[in-house]
T-cell receptor, first 111, second 112 residues
C-alpha cells in the first residue's frame, strides 16, 4: 500500500460521538486525500491537503474536518458522528496530482 | 459537479478471454484519466493512466483507449485471469483542479 497506513481499521461508535481517523504516510508525498466509499456512489472526496496546514474541501465535506500538522499525518474528524457517515474511508497520497496511492481503508459504523 | 460513469455494473468473462470495461465522462476539460482495480477488502490500486494528448496507452496485459470526441474511455485486459476478478474504477481530473472524480465501478468476475 505504498507506505500508507490507516488507523483504526474498524470502528463502531454511537451517534453524536466524535471520531478521528488517522492516515500516516512514509513516502513524503505532498498531497493527501480523504475519501468515503459507499455502494452506488464510488469514491467521493471529503477533504484534501496540498501541504502542511493547507487543506481544502471536497464534494462531501459537510460534517467533517481535517488537520495536517505534519507532512506524514492527515487526520479526519467527525465532530458529531451520524448514521449517514457509516462508510468505508480511504486515505490516498500523491506527489504530483497524478497517480494516487490508497491506504487499506477504515470501516466506520455509526449506530 | 463532475459526472463519471460506467456503462455496465457487472461483467463476467471466461478465463483466457479479453475483457473490456467502459467509462463515460462528462467534463470536456478533463485531461487526465486513471483506471484503478479494487479487490475485496482492499484499497484501490493504480492500473494505468492516460493523458488527453494520447488516445491509446498500453501496459502489461492492459490497454486504455481514450475517445475525447465522445468522452469515453475503456480498459482492455488481455487473457483475463482469475486474479483479475475485482471492481474496476475510472477516475478523471483536469489540470485546473486538485481533485479526481471516480466512477461507481464495474465488477469483473473471471470464470475458470
Amino acid at each position: 500500500d505504498a507506505g500508507i497506513t490507516q488507523s483504526p481499521r474498524h470502528k463502531v461508535t454511537e451517534t453524536g460521538t466524535p471520531v478521528t481517523l488517522r492516515c500516516h504516510q512514509t513516502e513524503n508525498h505532498r498531497y493527501m486525500y480523504w475519501y468515503r466509499q459507499d455502494p452506488g456512489h464510488g469514491l467521493r472526496l471529503i477533504h484534501y491537503s496540498y501541504g502542511v496546514k493547507d487543506t481544502d474541501k471536497g464534494e462531501v465535506s459537510d460534517g467533517y474536518s481535517v488537520s495536517r500538522s505534519k507532512t506524514e499525518d492527515f487526520l479526519l474528524t467527525l465532530e458529531s458522528a451520524t448514521s449517514s457517515q457509516t462508510s468505508v474511508y480511504f486515505c490516498a497520497i500523491s506527489e504530483n496530482l497524478a497517480e494516487q496511492f490508497f491506504g487499506p481503508g477504515t470501516r466506520l459504523t455509526v449506530l | 459537479g463532475e459526472s463519471v460513469g460506467l456503462h455496465l455494473p457487472t461483467l463476467s468473462v471466461q478465463e483466457g478471454d479479453n475483457s473490456i470495461i467502459n467509462c463515460a465522462y462528462s467534463n470536456s476539460a478533463s485531461d487526465y484519466f486513471i483506471w484503478y482495480k479494487q479487490e475485496s477488502g482492499k484499497g484501490p490500486q493504480f492500473i494505468i493512466d492516460i493523458r488527453s494528448n494520447m488516445d491509446k496507452r498500453q501496459g502489461q496485459r492492459v490497454t486504455v483507449l481514450l475517445n475525447k470526441t465522445v468522452k469515453h474511455l475503456s480498459l482492455q485486459i488481455a487473457a483475463t485471469q482469475p486474479g483479475d476478478s475485482a471492481v474496476y474504477f475510472c477516475a478523471e481530473s483536469s489540470n485546473t483542479g486538485n481533485q479526481f472524480y471516480f466512477g461507481t465501478g464495474t465488477s469483473l468476475t473471471v470464470i475458470p
